[in-house]
């Protein structure tokens, strides 16, 4: 069992940059791969990043590239998602997961954390 934490969202201008953080329990959190997601108001949750159980491969939405990393650090239990140069469109509640991730947009998670508010304003 994965219990899944978020922190760090808020309000930022557009251009700016935020770092979520994402703090689990459990003692087989190095195990699991680990996903970011989003739902913006008004619409379905869609797929962020995700980074390898081994932390060497990561994969990122179109949108993101570029703009966002993702890194974990299994020492303390947690996953980042670092975004620069937001926009107004990346506004959204974002969610980390935990589960299993096949390559490409191929995932399968088990364990999701009850999200923060990311809010860009232009």
């Known amino acids: 069992q994965v219990q899944l934490v978020e922190s760090g969202g808020g309000l930022v201008q557009a251009g700016g940059s935020l770092r979520l953080s994402c703090a689990a329990s459990?003692?087989?959190?190095?195990?699991?791969?680990l996903g970011w997601f989003r739902q913006a108001p008004g619409k379905e949750r869609e797929f962020v990043a995700v980074?390898?159980?081994?932390?060497?491969?990561?994969y990122f939405t179109d949108s993101v590239k570029g703009r966002f990393t993702i890194s974990r650090d299994d020492a303390k239990n947690t996953v980042y998602l670092q975004m620069n140069s937001l926009k107004p469109e990346d506004t959204a509640v974002y969610y980390c997961?935990?589960?299993?991730?096949?390559?490409?947009?191929?995932?399968?998670?088990?364990?999701w954390g009850k999200g923060t508010l990311v809010t860009v304003s232009s």
């Open positions: 980074i390898t159980w081994s932390g060497g491969s990561t």
């Open positions: 459990g003692r087989t959190f190095s195990s699991y791969a």
């Open positions: 997961a935990a589960g299993t991730y096949y390559g490409g947009r191929n995932y399968g998670m088990d364990y």
